[in-house]
C-alpha cells in the first residue's frame, strides 16, 4: 500500500497522485509539487488516503511543501507574463500564416517554461513558430494543440449550468460521455440540452450518470406494484434526485411521493 494525496493544476484538470512526503493534507489546500515540467502549485482535491501498489502507473512524484503568500503572489505574476506571453503568440501566428485559434498562455509556477494552447481543423507545423517563441521569451516553449472539449475548459466562461461550465467546476472525468448517459437521465435528444459550448455532449451528463444509474439499480420498474407505509400501490414515475418514487395508491387515485428506502417490492 502507499499513502497518496490527488492534486489538480488547473480548474477542471485531470487528478494527479502525489506523494504527501509526511505531510496530512487537506482537501482545498495547496501545495508545491515537482512535476515532470518542473515545479507547479496545485490543488489538493484528494486528502491522503492508501491505494494498492497495483493501482500505482509508475513511481510517485512527491509533494514539496505547502504553498504560502509568496507562491500565490508568484502565480499572479506568471499570470500577467503569459497575458503579455499570449500577444506575441498572436502576432507569430499570423506571421507565420497559420490558421490557429489561440486559447492559452500559461506560465509554469518555476517559470522554466511557458506552454501555448491552440485550436485548429487542420494538423499544422508549428517548430517555427514555437523556435521563435522560444527565442523572443528567452525560455523553453511548448506550443500544442487540443480538441473542443479542452479548448472550451481553457477558455473559461459560463454555459447551461451557470457562471461556471462543470468542466471548469469538477475534476476531468475519465469516463467517455456517450448518448445512453443522456437516455439514462430521460433527457430529451435536443442537441440544444445535451451539448455543451465546445459542440461536444456535456460533461454533465459524465458528472451526474452514476447518481441516475445507482437510483435505477436500486428502484422498482415503473408499473410494479409496492408496498409502502400507505399501503400498497403502484409505481408510475421516479424523483431521482429526491431518490424516491411517485406511486399511485392502490383504489384511492392518489399520487404520494414515496422514499426508496420505504418501498418493498411486491412479487406477488
Known amino acids: 500500500m502507499a499513502t ?14 502525489f506523494d504527501p512526503a509526511g505531510l496530512e493534507l487537506r482537501w482545498d489546500e495547496h501545495v508545491i509539487c515537482q512535476t515532470a515540467r518542473g515545479r507547479e502549485l496545485g490543488r489538493v482535491v484528494q486528502a491522503n488516503h492508501d491505494v494498492p501498489d497495483s493501482e500505482l502507473t509508475g513511481p510517485l512524484k512527491r509533494v514539496i511543501r505547502r504553498a504560502g503568500a509568496d507562491d ?15 500577444l506575441l503568440f498572436r502576432e507569430l501566428a499570423r506571421r507565420f500564416e497559420l490558421p490557429v485559434k489561440p486559447l492559452s498562455a500559461e506560465m509554469v509556477f518555476d517559470q522554466s517554461r511557458i506552454v501555448f494552447s491552440y485550436g485548429s481543423e487542420e494538423r499544422l507545423d508549428t517548430q517555427a513558430l514555437q523556435s521563435e517563441l522560444a527565442k523572443r521569451l528567452n525560455r523553453r516553449v511548448e506550443v500544442r494543440a487540443v480538441g473542443p472539449r479542452e479548448g472550451a475548459r481553457l477558455s473559461g466562461g459560463g454555459g447551461l449550468c451557470g457562471p461556471t461550465k462543470c468542466c471548469n467546476r469538477y475534476p476531468s472525468h475519465e469516463s467517455p460521455i456517450t448518448l445512453k448517459m443522456a437516455k439514462d437521465q430521460e433527457l430529451p435528444m435536443n442537441p440544444g440540452r445535451i451539448t455543451g459550448l465546445c459542440g461536444r455532449l456535456r460533461c454533465c451528463l459524465a458528472f451526474e450518470h452514476p447518481v441516475y444509474r445507482s437510483f ?53
Do not use: W
Open 216 to 268: 435505477r439499480d436500486r428502484a422498482p420498474a415503473v408499473g410494479r406494484i409496492v408496498a409502502t407505509p400507505q399501503g400498497r400501490g403502484v409505481v408510475r414515475s421516479y424523483e431521482v434526485l429526491r431518490d424516491a418514487c411517485v406511486v399511485e395508491m392502490e383504489g384511492e387515485k392518489e399520487m404520494l411521493e414515496v422514499k426508496l428506502d420505504d418501498l418493498a417490492d411486491v412479487t406477488a
Open 4 to 17: 497518496v494525496v490527488g492534486v489538480v493544476f488547473q480548474p477542471g484538470g485531470k487528478v494527479y497522485s
Open 72 to 86: 500565490h503572489e508568484q502565480v499572479r505574476r506568471n499570470r500577467i507574463e503569459a497575458k503579455r506571453s499570449m
